[in-house]
C-alpha cells in the first residue's frame, strides 16, 4: 500500500506539470524524472495499459523526449501491441534518424511480433532483447529479413558497431545468403576483429582463400 501511494503522488506531480502549457527544459527533465518511474511500476505490475498513458501524459507536453518515445513504444512492445509500437517505432526513426536505439528497437519488434504469430516453436533459442545494446532476438520468418534490413541501416550510421554486424552475419547465415555474411565478415577481418567465428565465416565461403588462416584457429 506504501508504494502504491507514493506512485499515486507522483501521478498527481506528473499531471500538475502537464498542465503547465509550454515546459523549459528543466521542466521537461522533471516531467522524464516523474513518468519514468511510475510507468515502470506501472510494468512492474504488468498493466500497461497504465503505463502508456504516462507516457502519453508526458509526452503532451515534452513531445520531443525521446527517451520518453522510447520507453512507451517499450511498454507497447511487452503489452504485445505490435502493429501500435511498429507504428510509432517507424515514425521515431523518421522524426530522429540519427538515434540509433529506435532502429534496434524497430529490428526487435519485428522479430518479437514474427515469434508471436507463430502456433510452432521455430528455435530454442531464449527471447533476450537488449535494445539499446542493439541486440535482437534471432528468429526466422518474413520479418527476420526485414529486421537484417533495419540493422543494416545501423551500421551506416555507426560502421564500426561490432555487435550489429556480428547479428547480421548469423541472420545472413540463418537466411541462406552467405554473400552477405562473408561481405560483413570480412569488414571485420578489415577491422581487426579476428575471432574464430569471423574467420568460420570467412572459410565457409571461399575455402581456398581462408584455409590457411582457418586451420590455424582450428
Same mark, same amino acid.
Given at each position: 500500500?506504501?508504494?502504491? /501511494?507514493?506512485? @499515486?503522488l ?6 500538475t506539470l502537464?498542465s ?5 527544459k528543466?521542466a521537461a527533465a ?10 515502470s511500476y506501472?510494468v512492474?505490475?504488468?498493466d500497461?495499459d497504465? $503505463?502508456v498513458?504516462?507516457?502519453d ?9 525521446y527517451k520518453?518515445? #522510447?520507453n512507451?513504444?517499450?511498454v507497447l512492445t =511487452?503489452a504485445k501491441?505490435?502493429?501500435? $509500437?511498429?507504428d ?7 522524426? #530522429?534518424?540519427?538515434?540509433i536505439? /529506435?532502429?534496434?528497437?524497430?529490428a526487435?519488434?519485428?522479430n +518479437? =511480433? ?10 530454442k533459442?531464449?527471447?533476450? @532483447?537488449? /535494445? ?9 520468418g ?5 529486421? =537484417?534490413?533495419v540493422?543494416e541501416?545501423v ?16 541472420m ?6 552467405k554473400?552477405?555474411? #562473408?561481405?560483413? $565478415? ?5 577491422q581487426?576483429?579476428?575471432t574464430?567465428?569471423?574467420? +568460420?565465416?570467412? #572459410?565457409s565461403?571461399?575455402?581456398?582463400k581462408? =584455409? $590457411?588462416?582457418y586451420?590455424?584457429?582450428?
Amino acid at each position: 500500500m506504501k508504494r502504491l /501511494f507514493s506512485v @499515486e503522488l507522483l501521478l498527481i506531480l506528473l499531471i500538475t506539470l502537464v498542465s503547465c502549457g509550454s515546459v523549459s527544459k528543466d521542466a521537461a527533465a522533471e516531467i522524464e524524472a516523474t513518468a519514468i518511474p511510475i510507468a515502470s511500476y506501472y510494468v512492474s505490475i504488468k498493466d500497461y495499459d497504465k $503505463a502508456v498513458e504516462v507516457y502519453d501524459r508526458a509526452l503532451e507536453q515534452s513531445s520531443d523526449d525521446y527517451k520518453l518515445l #522510447y520507453n512507451k513504444i517499450y511498454v507497447l512492445t =511487452a503489452a504485445k501491441r505490435y502493429e501500435q $509500437a511498429l507504428d510509432l517505432c517507424i515514425k521515431a526513426v523518421t522524426d #530522429y534518424p540519427h538515434v540509433i536505439s /529506435f532502429r534496434t528497437a524497430l529490428a526487435g519488434i519485428l522479430n +518479437q =511480433a514474427e515469434m508471436n504469430d507463430r502456433d510452432f516453436e521455430l528455435t530454442k533459442k531464449q527471447v533476450s @532483447e537488449k /535494445f539499446y545494446t542493439g541486440e535482437v532476438t534471432y528468429l526466422y520468418g518474413d520479418r527476420y529479413a526485414k529486421a =537484417a534490413e533495419v540493422l543494416e541501416t545501423v551500421l551506416e550510421l555507426n560502421p564500426y558497431n561490432t555487435s550489429i554486424r556480428l547479428h547480421l552475419i548469423e541472420m545472413y547465415s540463418n537466411l541462406g545468403n552467405k554473400e552477405a555474411a #562473408y561481405n560483413h $565478415a570480412l569488414v571485420l577481418w578489415n577491422q581487426e576483429i579476428r575471432t574464430r567465428d569471423v574467420i +568460420q565465416v570467412l #572459410y565457409s565461403v571461399n575455402p581456398e582463400k581462408w =584455409a $590457411a588462416v582457418y586451420n590455424s584457429v582450428r
